[in-house]
């Protein structure tokens, strides 16, 4: 054929302007980014990155995480490539993980450490909507003795906030990483990496720090480089071997900086001006807001008689709150409902919690009374107009 | 410790503004972002992707690669995510894998590929600035016989656009998957995936398409598929795996998309609206605008005194241009003053190339006379400033 011509023809739909609606994104994630941080992200795209960008990302991220670890950056990804990224770092071939599984990202950790060669995957599992005591936890870590444990902060697909006191200790007693999925709480509910002995601490851009998903935080222990910079085999992705990204975001304090890949530059924008306005507001304000709002949903949904998913009045995430699935309704109705009529999303369960919930997530700037008073209303008219005997 | 209060405190440099400037990127990628496409990405997040977008962005990447392949989408990453998306999903433990090495690429290729728990990995070595005869890589593929052969059409490193008939033939012959990094070419040299024999394409968004680093365009072919989807083991990489995000791509004709990852839905904006461009203007034309651009800027570096690095008119890149680094200057010192004087970027060697060339890309909107007389001017003055003997 003759190579100057083309054989498939421009598309029609790319004819019509792009059309985004505005939502008020009250799901477990993406949460709504404010002006301020989708602006940011609509500067100019700069080559090498400004080291001054880099720098404030790592010292926001570090604030963010409460942890001096100098290996802490954003991977230019999600909040999944981040915990890949945590995993194929930390598991060689061979080794032993464990863990806790209590909601889908537990289950999703054990899929990704089980892609490694010869890996020993162990799983300990509860139901969803409860949390595993230090005491079931060690005797798990001293049965399967693995050198890296999992554990899910803010499970958003079951709503539970696993406390963490104690954990980091034992992991180090038993010579085993700590490795903490914060994705729908940092932020939102007090965390301390490095006071609570956590090894290695990702999460997403999309949840509190209410910036555009596509980056996802990242710091590792002291521990947990000794043990990746001692690896045996190098990681099965070269995308996110740890020696490359350190070097990329200058942690590990060689004066240059390899060509590793083309971070997104304009993301890591909108990125660095949402770790600033979390430290604007100050996480303890952040923490304290978030928990206030939580509790002031709670209730109300509580007197309109409907009941919360996790039990223990502690263990509730205060970002992503879990509904039973009330009783005479198809929670996609309500769902569907609350879209169509009130253009606001809330979603149903995921994982080991379809079915069984609805999910509301006021995260980062959506986290306020005017908001929980805008899902309650909406929630009141959708439970009048989606009650099945009424189709 | 009290777990209220923090250790940490909010870093300073979180509180100064956000400053980026404008550059004229000039180098080999990143490439400028008209505001158009900027705006695009500045849109109100969305949560599950309005599936308009993403038939938008399938068709368009389908257009821009020339093929009618239903397994065509975007991955949530960069290039370098693509071609490991690419080499994890064909490549299974123990199997052979050919890569055509005549810059960086193909290193790069050949080291994913060894990551692959006991694949074997060959390679055939060019020096930088040369191609590879279809004779020669037939003799590889008959020696060798992998399952993939990797090639590099753009080689952004070292300014070879390489040729393409002939070989996704034989690669069918030896039956083995035809692999194409395209992401310093397409959209600036004819390519047609479909009639060339291409069985696995990609490329990055931040070079002819100007969208902002972040995602990546690929396609399978039906063969590609049917191997990838008989594989024995799963994929390494839960992330990129096929399978995954064939369904989350609507690209698998099963009727419910599943939650896979968070994907980056205002790159996913940006994106779309970059392959709206690309429609616009129509593929042909802008082979031909790269094509008359790249003659114009090589004549003229010529009669400057200056020397191509790739000495065969028909396979220089007319995306990125490599221009032997000249005698009697310190190439840094070069870039330098460009980037200091003139608000300018462009780039020295990278890999096999350091040292050796500098490099100017003209990428997409910024392929012009307009932008070629500006580096011409630039490039004039730098050589009257940055000679040895006046340092």
Redesign the interface.
Known sequence: ?D?????????K???KP?V????H?F?P?????SPRI??????????HM?P??F??IK??I??MF???NSMTFAV??????AM?CAI?NAVE?GESVLTAVNGIWGE?AA??A????EAEVNTMVAAPGVFFTNAEIEQALSKHRPVLFFLTHGESSTGVLHPL?GIGQLCLKYNCLFLVDSVASIGGA?L?M??QGIDILYT?S?KVLNA???TAPISFSERACQKIFSRRT??????LDLSWLANYWGCDGKPSRV?????????F?SL??S??VL??E???NS?ERHQKVAEYFHTALESMGLKLFVKEKNARLPTVTTIVAPHGYDWKDITSYLMKTHNL?I?GG?GPSVGLVLRVGLMGCNSSKANVDMVLAALKDALKHCHKNKM
């Open positions: 054929g190579m100057s011509s083309i054989s498939v023809p421009p598309p739909c790319l004819q792009l985004v609606p505005h939502r994104m799901g994630g993406p949460s709504n980014v989708l602006q940011a992200g609509a500067r100019p795209v700069i080559g400004h001054e960008i720098d404030d010292s926001g570090q604030y409460q942890t001096r230019s990804g999600t909040g999944h490539t890949e194929c071939p999703r899929d990704m089980d892609r490694i060669g006191e007090p301390h490095d006071r997403g999309q555009p998903p596509g190098k990681p099965v992705s070269f995308c060509y590793h890949h083309t971070g997104p530059v304009t993301a924008y660095r001006e770790l600033a430290a604007e100050g996480l303890e923490w999303e979603s995921l």
